[in-house]
């Protein structure tokens, strides 16, 4: 979100070929299978609805050992405790005619710089769904006690109010009401509701919050009666404003309550003018709002699941290729200044200070589990894992759990965090949730399988089987994970291995006796036998140093070690203590921008990598270059406080 590269806000009736607009937020729900949608599904939803080939487990079924996962979600656990629920309630109660409690807080919450986006209430929405998830992980009331209280404050909103709308828009419901005429707006209203709506839904299914179910279906009842008197034709126009995953929540409250009013509306919030050209395998996002996009197409991947038309599935894998395979970076992020780019202009846009949105590696993430949970392929997994090191973990701050809005390549430049009070963009938000959420995407299951995804300290409870699985590495300093079983009583189950596609081999061994070999990368390796307790599984693999470029332009090179992205790493000259802490997201490329030539590296990239050593700590290399001082490299992800280069561009030697 950020209205300082293009307008394209600005009004519903303005060129839509432009601001093809966003929704949804997928899969987002771990406990979802379990909690709900499971039996409401097959009593509510249609035959015909293609039931996914896997269940992720449970949030409060996976347990987090000690990394820098378990470190990253502390600090957001931290920070969702220190803010202040009256605060970000403010807004909600003056516009329901309440007094409010607290002052409002600053950044898009209130200040006049962001007045023009309108995004006024979103913070609370994200702030539902990270303590939901954060009270499923942890199961540590004061959480849930936060969720009660704002869910019964939203109560006493909507009550006052009388109309089931609840927002914090400084115009109060005009603005809605406007938009809803047709009329020019500044703002993305449905964008910011749907953070609402989202916060409310992940309360009620994974805090089991039932104040928040009623507010959420009072809430979608007023969207109901709000938008029935749009014709089609007024209702895509309405669409060409951001409006998140409207789709995607109307597809989840259809599951939820069974309302064939709220799968109508899932349907009508989705974007045709972006659902048709991509159902037909044309990519045409040059140009686009790339996070405007995502969210809208993990809502086409839900609105297929509860039974929507197939072309919603194909639009939805066709995006999840294009932007994976073709549009990202090394890390997984795209974009530069939040657009995406036509990749003939690669090098133009590469090294900018705004590229890679935390935000869309937060959607791409969500659209990557719906659509692996359909279709359990490893590639799938392969981006999730490249993309949470490179872009998610990478994102935070680890000292004072603040977090990044672009994580830019433009050399020599560092890593910028959020305020903790007075910036709330959108990946403040989506910040919230992303290092609360680690559990949901290590382990999946079928019937008989359980797939082992992601190489992080952790265990599993499979309950139906009786069965607990325990995962200790030291991955990714050791290119290797060993897993535990504890059953009840003997087990036959099949344990499918990833077999990561930076890896050129895989072997797997059962109580120290080699049971598999793998020369398939990106694939899953699978173990079928009956286990028994105490039985110990050895994964082992290989990481080294490749390069990665993009087609149109090979002389631009990342360097990576297995999935992780490797950062020249320049240290802090120039930049005070705390000058990464800012205000102002549409300022990046401005703050702490003092020159830096960072250095020339000559020659081809397999010579380079042949010069490049292991360090003195784990993951630790260093780049001998010709005439200047060696570089320091080390993983994206730990690069905080000081400058820093992942995309070089090399000369001729
Ligand atoms: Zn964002």
Redesign the pocket.
């Known amino acids: ?1 950020n209205m300082s590269c293009c307008p394209r806000l600005a009004g519903a009736g303005r060129s839509r070929r432009h601001f093809l607009a966003s929704a949804a937020k997928v899969g987002l729900l771990a406990g979802w299978s379990m909690v709900e949608a499971g039996p409401a599904f097959a009593a509510q939803g249609p035959q015909t609805a293609p039931m996914p080939k896997l269940q992720p487990f449970d949030l409060a079924d996976v347990e987090l050992s000690e990394s820098p996962f378990l470190h990253a979600q502390r600090m957001t656990e931290k920070y969702i405790l220190s803010l202040d629920a009256d605060r970000l309630l403010h807004n909600f109660r003056v516009n329901a005619g309440l007094k409010p409690k607290a002052p409002v807080y600053g950044g898009w919450e209130s200040e006049q710089t962001w007045a023009d986006i309108n995004c006024h209430g979103h913070t609370l929405g994200h702030y539902l769904s990270a303590c939901a998830l954060a009270y499923r992980s942890t199961k540590d009331r004061r959480f849930k006690q936060r969720i009660d209280y704002i869910a019964a404050e939203l109560d006493a909103c909507q009550k006052a109010a009388g109309t089931g709308l609840i927002c914090a828009f400084p115009d109060g419901p005009a603005l809605f009401a406007a938009y809803l005429k047709g009329e020019k707006i500044s703002g993305v209203p449905w964008y910011t509701l749907h953070k609402v709506y989202a916060g409310l839904r992940d309360s009620a299914l994974l805090a089991d919050s039932t104040t928040a179910r009623t507010v959420l279906l009072r809430l979608a009842d007023w969207a109901v009666v709000a938008t029935r008197p749009l014709s089609d034709a007024q209702f895509e126009a309405m669409l060409a404003i951001e409006h998140g995953g409207m789709n995607e929540i109307f597809a989840d409250l259809y599951v939820m309550a069974g309302n064939a009013d709220y799968r109508t509306l899932a349907e009508r919030f989705s974007h045709k003018a972006i659902l048709e050209p991509l159902a037909h395998g044309r990519d045409y996002l040059d140009g686009l709002h790339a ?1 405007t996009q995502i969210p809208k197409v993990i809502g086409f991947s839900r609105v297929y699941e509860v039974g929507g038309d197939p072309m919603y599935g194909d639009a939805a894998a066709f995006f999840w290729r294009t932007v994976a395979h073709t549009r990202s970076f090394a890390t997984g992020g795209h974009g530069d200044g939040e657009h995406f780019f036509p990749m003939a202009d690669f090098a133009k846009h590469v090294f900018s200070a705004k590229g890679s ?3 869309c590696q937060y959607n791409m993430l969500k659209l990557t589990r719906s659509l692996f949970l359909r279709d359990p392929n490893a590639g799938y997994a392969d981006y999730y894992e490249r993309t949470l090191y490179n872009g998610i973990l990478a994102s935070q701050d680890p000292d004072s759990g603040m977090a990044t ?1 672009f994580q830019g390549a433009r050399p020599g430049y560092m890593k910028l965090y959020h305020t903790p009070v007075n910036s709330f ?3 403040t938000g ?1 910040g919230m949730e992303n290092h609360v959420k680690y559990r949901e995407s290590i382990y999946f299951h079928d019937d008989r399988a359980l797939y082992v995804n992601l190489f992080i300290p952790s265990s599993v409870a499979w309950r139906d089987k009786g069965a607990v699985l325990t995962q200790t590495t030291a991955f990714p300093e050791a290119a290797s994970t060993s897993l535990h079983w504890k059953l009840v009583k003997p087990a036959e189950l099949t344990l499918k291995l990833r077999h990561p596609r930076w890896s050129q081999s895989a072997v797997v061994l059962v109580n120290g006796a080699e049971v598999a070999r793998s020369a398939d990368p990106s694939s899953y390796v699978e173990i079928s036998r009956t286990w028994r307790d105490g039985d110990r599984v050895e994964l082992l693999l290989a990481m080294e140093i490749e390069t990665v470029s993009a087609p149109a332009a090979p002389d631009i090179v990342a360097f990576t070690y297995g999935p992780l992205v490797l950062a020249g790493a320049f240290g802090k000259e120039g930049l005070a203590p705390g000058a990464d802490i800012i205000v102002n997201e549409r300022l990046y490329g401005t703050y702490n921008n003092t020159p830096f030539t960072p250095p020339t590296l000559a020659g081809e990239p397999q010579e380079i990598v042949r010069r490049i050593r292991a360090g003195n700590k784990p993951l630790e290399f260093i780049l001998q270059t010709q005439a200047q001082q060696p570089i320091r490299m080390i993983p994206y992800y730990r690069i905080a406080h000081e400058r820093y280069a992942t995309y070089w561009q090399l000369v001729s030697a």
């Open positions: 979100m996070n949105e935390t935000c809005y963009w959108c990946c989506t």
